[in-house]
T-cell receptor
């Protein structure tokens, strides 16, 4: 089975600073990769997904992620943090065959004014 | 377009009581998922339906949990009897899986927050 590791359960950045949330997966075959955001008391919302097309994926709200096969990573970045970005972020992986998602444990992002 | 609808949003029950959660997926989505999310954790799949068939229920605790998706649209997840450790957020998601297609995005509902006392 796949596994997903999100380094850093809590990340704090200043408003306007770079956001970097880390995600590594375990697979010898590049899977499909997703980033979801969860605001308090809400469900998960898709930020972006990688499905074997371009390795640099742009998502909503200015977020982007780069698939690096050699590092088995799919880190999420945003050049300039906004207060509204404060939320829980989940990386998820899915095998190319089958439709089951494996989620990481999440990273809580705090944005400091 | 309406998203995934779940009810109730919150439920507080005493242990050993039954509880049921309801999910209405996005119209036209043939695949429905139930997840459990414990505090500080990512969602964990409980069961996945393709139309009305449960195609993956390997993580569903079948001694107390049951689910159904009659007519391949709405779904109900039941716990009977509930235990203290069942306190969590129960998320429903749906997607459209086309024959021969690749991975499709899952769209999540707001979840039902269950507290078992």
């Amino acid at each position: 089975a796949q596994s997903v590791t999100q380094l850093g359960s809590h990340v704090s950045v200043s408003e306007g600073a770079l956001v970097l949330l880390r995600c590594n997966y375990s697979s010898s075959v590049p899977p499909y990769l997703f980033w979801y955001v969860q605001y308090p008391n809400q469900g998960l919302q898709l930020l972006l997904k990688y499905t074997s097309a371009a390795t640099l994926v742009k998502g909503i709200n200015g977020f982007e992620a780069e698939f690096k096969k050699s590092e088995t990573s799919f880190h999420l970045t945003k050049p300039s943090a906004h207060m509204s970005d404060a939320a829980e972020y989940f990386c998820a992986v899915s095998e190319i065959t089958g439709n089951q998602f494996y989620f990481g444990t999440g990273t809580s992002l705090t944005v400091i004014p | 377009e309406a998203g995934v609808v779940q009810s109730p949003r919150y439920k507080i029950i005493e242990k050993k009581q039954p509880v049921a959660f309801w999910c209405n997926p996005i119209s036209g989505h043939n695949t429905l998922y139930w997840y459990r999310q414990n505090l500080g954790q990512g969602p964990e799949l409980l069961i996945r339906y393709e139309n009305e068939e449960a195609v993956d229920d390997s993580q569903l605790p079948k001694d107390r949990f049951s689910a159904e998706r009659l007519k391949g649209v709405d779904s109900t997840l039941k716990i009977q009897p509930a235990e203290l450790g069942d306190s969590a957020v129960y998320l429903c998601a749906s997607s459209l899986i086309e024959t021969g297609g690749g991975q499709e995005t899952q769209y999540f509902g707001p979840g039902t927050r269950l507290l078992v006392l």
